[in-house]
């Protein structure tokens, strides 16, 4: 069964700084998605980024980005220029392929993020 | 134009009492399904649904009742409630029979619903 792991219940950084959150998993798969989501108080899940497994190039989206090692089963985010409304709970997730017949997504325990003025 | 859309947002009730939670999908995804998110914020899956079809029960116990009228629907009734079915309840969809390359591959997610039974 995979499973995916954060190891960092809480993480604090300055506004404005770089902070990096962590993520690993595992999977007998070869083929898989992995996510980022955000959930601030309001408590919406949001979309932060995604990653194709069979992808070698690291995705990013403006001030997010992530470092994907394959062989290591790893997946961090980076958040650059961190902002105050980047706040929130951060989830990893874990998605294999649909051919695969695993129809669910895989929640890390999330990695709550301060952002201090 | 909310894509999942679930009521009620909250939901307080006594113990023993019967409730739903409704959930509607406008995107056209095939999959839906219930997360169950605890005090502590951990997200485990309860059921997922795939074109009105039950995949996947995670062990939840009996008195949990999903129920797919159609696709883009997908609700949860909760028989005897207990202390312990506090929680936020998240209805999601997604697509299936992605492409490589594919953009819409993440869940997307409900606002949740806060039950609390006292």
């Known amino acids: 069964a995979q499973t995916v792991t954060q190891s960092q219940p809480e993480m604090s950084v300055q506004e404005a700084e770089t902070v990096t959150l962590s993520c690993t998993y595992d999977?007998?798969?070869?083929?898989?998605?992995l996510f980022w989501y955000k959930q601030p108080p309001s408590r919406q899940m949001i979309l932060v980024i995604r990653q194709e497994a069979y992808k070698q190039q690291n995705a990013t989206e403006n001030r997010f980005s992530v470092n994907f090692q394959k062989a290591a089963k790893s997946f961090s985010l980076k958040i650059s220029d961190s902002q105050l409304g980047d706040a929130a709970m951060y989830f990893c997730a874990y998605r294999g392929f649909p051919t695969s017949g695993t129809y669910k997504y895989i929640f890390g325990t999330g990695t709550r993020l301060k952002v201090l003025a | 134009d909310t894509a999942v859309s679930q009521t009620p947002k909250y939901l307080v009730t006594q113990m023993g009492n019967d409730k739903s939670i409704k959930c509607e999908q406008n995107?056209?995804?095939?999959?839906m399904y219930w997360y169950k998110q605890d005090s502590k914020k951990f997200l485990k899956i309860m059921f997922s649904?795939?074109?009105?079809?039950?995949?996947i029960n995670e062990t939840v116990p009996n008195r949990f009742s999903p129920k797919s009228p159609d696709k883009a629907h997908l609700n949860l009734h909760i028989n005897s409630l207990e202390l312990g079915d506090s929680a936020v309840y998240f209805c999601a969809s997604s697509q299936e029979g992605w492409d490589r390359g594919r953009a819409d591959t993440e869940a997307f997610f409900g606002q949740g619903t806060r039950l609390t039974v006292v």
């Open positions: 999977t007998s798969e070869s083929d898989y998605y």
């Open positions: 649904y795939n074109n009105k079809e039950l995949i």
């Open positions: 995107l056209g995804h095939d999959t």
